[in-house]
């Protein structure tokens, strides 16, 4: 016998809301959306969950610092 | 907390047996983690000493401490653990980010899941004991990564840092290994999956 998929638990609510974008925020958004095949909703979703962690690091006194891939050269990316 | 039901395999006689799946990891696992499977894990642990068994054939994931890393993971959008409890014991746990993205070509910086922890307790692992109780808990708990990762729109892509013991579960779960990764001194192999495995995943 196969065993069953499991069934995630449901969804918490969702509330909805009105966002109001200037016409840059509303291209921003429209091409991270399409760069990562997410919808505008997921890609606001997406960016506030950074935005929290980064927010919760910073406070807690960590640093965020960008790598470059090949030279492994660091640059922190200062929140003020 | 949301809750949903789930089937384990009952090694014992193949019966299928229904399971909560928790979409947290709440402290009454904690609590269960820290009463029967840290003793567990030590009484394996104790036995591996007794037989002189090489230190690396122990568990890996001994040093995980579970309650540090579901407490500072609370609160955090990015951060979602997920429990399994059955017949009222803890049969599994797990932490996903969803703050990564990807590093394979074909999906690069497309968001994913990722792995940061997975684990089976004690008594549903072959290497810890003679019979499990249970079967698959660590191959649920995959597809629960792939299904949030479909709930969140990145398609069922999932990654994760495997320790050696683990990459030839990942790899028959049909992952791809991008190698040792140097920024763990290669001392872990990193996988990920991408949209089509997971559908293929899912359905084998």
């Known amino acids: ?80 | 907390m949301e809750v949903s039901k789930i089937h384990l395999r009952r090694v014992r006689d193949g019966t299928l047996v229904a399971a909560d799946l928790f979409d947290d990891i709440a402290d009454e696992h904690l609590a269960m983690w820290e009463r029967s499977w840290l003793p567990a894990m030590r009484v394996a642990l104790a036995d591996f000493r007794r037989r002189h068994v090489p230190r690396d054939r122990w568990p890996q994931d001994l040093h995980w401490n579970w309650r540090e890393k579901a407490v500072s993971a609370r609160g955090l959008l990015g951060q979602q653990g997920f429990a399994i409890v059955c017949e009222e014991r803890l049969q599994g746990m797990m932490q996903l980010n969803l703050t990564k993205t990807s590093r394979l070509p074909q999906q690069r910086g497309k968001e994913i899941a990722y792995i940061e922890f997975l684990a089976a307790a004690p008594w549903n692992r072959a290497e810890l004991i003679r019979e499990r109780e249970f079967a698959g808990v660590g191959k649920i708990l995959m597809r629960v990564a792939v299904e949030v990762s479909v709930a969140q729109e990145f398609k069922g892509r999932i990654g994760l840092h495997s320790l050696p013991q683990a990459d030839a579960f990942y790899e028959k779960c049909g992952m791809t290994s991008l190698g040792a990764d140097p920024r763990y001194e290669g001392r872990l192999t990193y996988f990920e999956m991408t949209a089509a495995q997971a559908v293929h995943f899912c359905t084998v």
Do not use: C
């Open chain 1, 1 to 80: 016998m196969k065993d069953r998929m499991p069934e995630l638990p449901t969804p918490p609510s969702r509330r909805t809301m009105t966002l109001n974008l200037t016409d840059a925020e509303m291209d921003a958004l429209e091409k991270l959306s399409a760069l990562k095949d997410l919808s505008k909703t997921a890609v606001i979703r997406q960016a506030l969950r950074l935005y929290q962690m980064i927010d919760k690091r910073s406070r807690d006194g960590q640093k965020l610092y960008f790598e470059h891939e090949s030279t492994r050269e660091k640059a922190e990316l200062m929140l003020l």
